[in-house]
């Protein structure tokens, strides 16, 4: 393998995006710890490692099934995947065979974790249906960004499996508080996915990939972005002031952590906007502010389960 080659084998994994999974993985895990959940680094390590490669194939897997729909685009580094078997397609079999290898890493490093920390079949169905999920996104028969459900599957997954891991990883189980917990992940999801569609709308439209914002528009798309953030900080506040989580979680900062993706919204909604580089600089504000807040969310759960150590 010559040195061209190892590089475009890293940029298909778009590595940095990890990033978009640990941090809820991880807001997850500190809740259940919140909660009495006794968890120890070794089985939130190995909790992570079963996700990350889930991950990681999701991005194998979609940047091949997706090739033919991406030679319509162009990566941005945010959306219109890696771009890598556009440029390179003999490298269209290594992707298909590693992101399978990466699933079969998955669900052994499962099997691993139920059988070492004595947890229940839900955790290996939770884990299998993760992957599934992952791999019919754009896999066939079931294609389902391809059958506009894209926009729900990044739901479930921002809201259920990354967030929803890191909890059953460090509590065994799922309870109501995990779900109330959830309400502004899956909001979220709904800002992230619909803002890293905007930019691939004419690949997409000409690759026959039938998103929301193919659909209905980029305009439609940042009303809906501000509808989602101002839902999810409306959850947050309502939970605050329902007192769901207390005594152990003080929501208000959440709260005020949330005017961070609101504000975005607020601004690529009414701010002019006329030309793609304009368009991209709210996506990627966007993206950001998503980033910003589930950090700073784990963060503060981190310092508050510090603190109660």
């Known amino acids: 393998m010559d040195a061209r080659t190892f590089v475009q084998i890293v940029r298909l994994g778009r590595y940095p995006f990890l990033l978009s999974g640990f941090l809820p ?6 809740l259940a710890m ?37 030679r319509f ?4 580094g945010v959306s219109g995947g890696s771009g890598i078997l556009v440029e390179s397609p003999a490298l269209k079999p ?21 059988y070492r920390f004595s947890f229940p079949p839900l955790f290996l169905l939770f884990v299998v249906g993760g992957n599934l999920l992952g791999w ?6 079931l294609k389902l960004a391809y059958r506009g459900l894209g926009e729900i599957t990044n739901m479930l997954t921002f809201g259920l499996l990354m967030p929803g891991m890191g909890y059953l990883v460090a509590m065994g189980w799922f309870d109501l508080s995990f779900f109330a917990f959830s309400v ?9 996915i619909t803002s890293v569609e905007m930019p691939d709308v004419e690949g997409d439209r000409l690759g026959g990939k039938p998103t929301l914002m193919v659909r209905k528009g980029c305009a439609f798309g940042f009303s809906l972005i501000l509808l989602a953030a101002s839902l999810a900080t409306f959850a947050i506040a309502w939970m605050a002031m329902a ?38 600089k709210r996506v990627r504000t966007n993206i950001a502010a998503y980033f910003l807040f ?16």
């Open 94 to 114: 290594f992707a298909k065979r590693f992101a399978v290898a990466l699933m079969g890493i998955s669900l052994l490093l499962a099997v691993l974790f139920v």
């Open 184 to 192: 502004p992940f899956f909001l979220y999801g709904l800002v992230f």
């Open 73 to 76: 685009g162009e990566p941005t």
């Open 243 to 280: 007192g769901t989580f207390m005594p152990y979680l003080n929501l208000w900062p959440i709260v005020l952590i949330s005017a961070i993706p609101l504000a975005s919204a607020v601004w690529g909604m009414l701010a002019p906007c006329a030309g793609r580089q304009c368009l991209l």
């Open 136 to 141: 019919f996104y754009t896999a066939p028969p």
């Open 34 to 70: 919140l909660r009495g959940a006794d968890c120890t680094l070794s089985q939130f390590a190995l909790g992570y490692a079963i996700m990350a490669a889930s991950h990681l194939s999701v991005h194998h897997s979609n940047d091949y099934f997706d090739a033919e729909a991406d």
């Open 294 to 309: 589930v950090g700073m969310v784990s963060g503060y759960l981190l310092l508050i389960a510090a603190w109660a150590g």
């Open 25 to 30: 993985f991880a807001a997850g895990a500190l």
